[in-house]
């Protein structure tokens, strides 16, 4: 008897939206073809974040994250390792990444389910349009990006009806098991590191409506509620509140960041593959 499965959940954290479209593409394929139910779990907000997440051995789980200086975000990475649980899940793992690299992110993804119980046995790496700027992989995933990950849902759809247990799930070997590297050090456009940690986003004061929506969709909560001027906690450079913003109040002017996106659009404006793996 093949395995069976009461639900798809789909888990994601997706500033811009972009890992989000990477992970419900996947996954509505899937439950269209297999004739189940997909629940989609938003994790991006912090009070998604506070509560433990337990997945049954009868679901069927994708789990999505961006890539943050070529690893998963450090600061997502408490929840990753202390909120979610699995009894043995079948589960894929996928990963979005500005157009550079993907580096070492979904390793850290494989290796950090896989110790939390998920029995991951498919995992993805796919290129979309960076959050610093649109010149980059600008308007991706695009329908040939999406038409590969409808590809890889039949290949995981096909693995999943040649098993009959999770057991039978073989980890995938992500870029020949390669171990989890260092975090990619920014380079300005002159080639020299950019350090540009504590960059924080600046308002425009007559541009603001203080309509609150920038603190709203902060993953961090680091806006002031009431003054979306003052940035109280850690800004993760994740450009949320720039992109959500309707009137474009929200900005950057940190050079050591402005100098990293132009050298960002200089050398990586180049089609980036996405990238599949199965166990």
Known sequence: MRMSFNRIIALYFSPSGKTEQVVTE?????????????????????SMREKEIYMEPDQLVLVGFP???????????????????????????????????????LTELNEELLNNGFRVFAAGAVACQHAFTEKIAGGRPDERDRKALRDFAAACKEKLQSVHEADELDPPLIRGGKPVGPYYKPLGLDGKPAFFLKAKPLTHPDLCSRCGLCALVCPMGAIDKNDASLITGTC????ACIKKCPNHAKYFDDPAFLSHVAMLEKNYTGR???EFFIG
């Not at 996947?26 to 912090?46: F, M, N, Q, R």
């Not at 997502?76 to 390792?81: D, K, S």
């Open 272 to 274: 980036a593959e996405p």
């Open 26 to 46: 996947v996954g509505e394929y899937l439950s269209h073809t297999l004739g189940i139910d997909l629940k989609c779990i938003d994790v991006t907000a912090p």
């Open 236 to 239: 993760i450079k994740c450009q």
């Open 67 to 105: 890539t943050y200086a070529g690893r998963l975000p450090n600061k997502i990475l408490p929840f990753i390792r202390e909120k979610l649980h699995s009894e043995q899940t079948p589960t894929i793992a996928l990963v979005t990444f500005g157009n550079r690299n993907y580096d070492s992110s």
